[in-house]
């Protein structure tokens, strides 16, 4: 279905499921050690993620909408708008998303008792749509951009969860009557810092794929500023500093007791990630960027599968 295609209905599907996961599985676990009710409970929860899925599904059309050019010269072959989708009809959606998501994330505000909380909604929607008519063609701002929207998909249930706001100032591992677990915030922190670092380097990637279609349309990507070889460095730099944490965390982990994720991280998310690092100066094909990309998502899920290892070892 061209609507479905047009939204990138499986990258819906992945921030669903990242908010899915932190949720359940990292904040609803806390009422156990908590004397009063969470406020993002099944109902108040499921309003949020949809709210976060219909602005990113906005996000998704009014980008489209202003790289028709761009995109019929990199990917011809996957454009649906005009040619299956009005372009009127796309504005209509994207206004009709945009309003519905923000309505209802300010109803969880408003019983949380904080309208300030809507903020963060309304500067991602901003964010969308100067990202598409002007940053994404500009050095560097694009992807950071992109980066930080990422990384709010977990940032918006630290902000509408009070319960977690207890927990800012306390260490990493926290003792319990029965066990020592890790801080839920500094849980969430890493993976919203992950988010964050593995989607700027996947952005950078991605401008690389469409070094040619970006050119004729005259943006400034980093690709096309700095040359294929210094973004590819760039990118590297950025993975190493994604990983020594990475790595950190693994040690730690093991050390503490917690030895399945703290070998899940190694294995699943450090080495992969080096790997990557390594193989993406190998080529400078528009396939092998793709192929980067796409792989870069495949650890980014395995990020939050993690959440799952963390669940189980927490409630052994």
Known sequence: MAWLKLVRWYNLVIIFLTQLFAWGLVILPM??????NLLLNTTNFSLLALSTVLIAAAGYIINDYFDIKIDAINRPDKVVLEKRIPLKSAIVMHTVLNVVGIFLALVVARRGGSYSWILLQLTCTAMLWFYSTHLKRQFMSGNITVALLSAFTITALLLYEPALHDYLDKPAFIRTNTSIIPN??????????FAFMLTWMREIVKDMEDFKGDAEQGCVTMPIKWGLQKSEWFTQLLGAIA?????????KL???????????????????????????????????????????????????LSLIIYYIEAHA
Request: hydrophobic residues 55%; charged residues 5%; positive net charge.
């Open 31 to 36: 009422q156990q050690h908590s004397d009063s």
């Open 184 to 193: 839920p915030v500094w849980v969430l922190g890493v993976y919203t810092f």
């Open 243 to 251: 990983t020594l944490p990475l790595l950190n965390a693994g040690i």
């Open 254 to 304: 093991v050390l503490s007791g917690w030895q399945i994720l703290g070998i899940y991280t190694l294995v699943a998310l450090v080495v992969p990630l080096v790997i990557w690092m390594i193989m993406l100066g190998k080529k400078t094909t528009q396939q092998h960027y793709h192929a980067a990309a796409t792989q870069i998502k495949g650890i980014m899920i395995l990020g939050i």
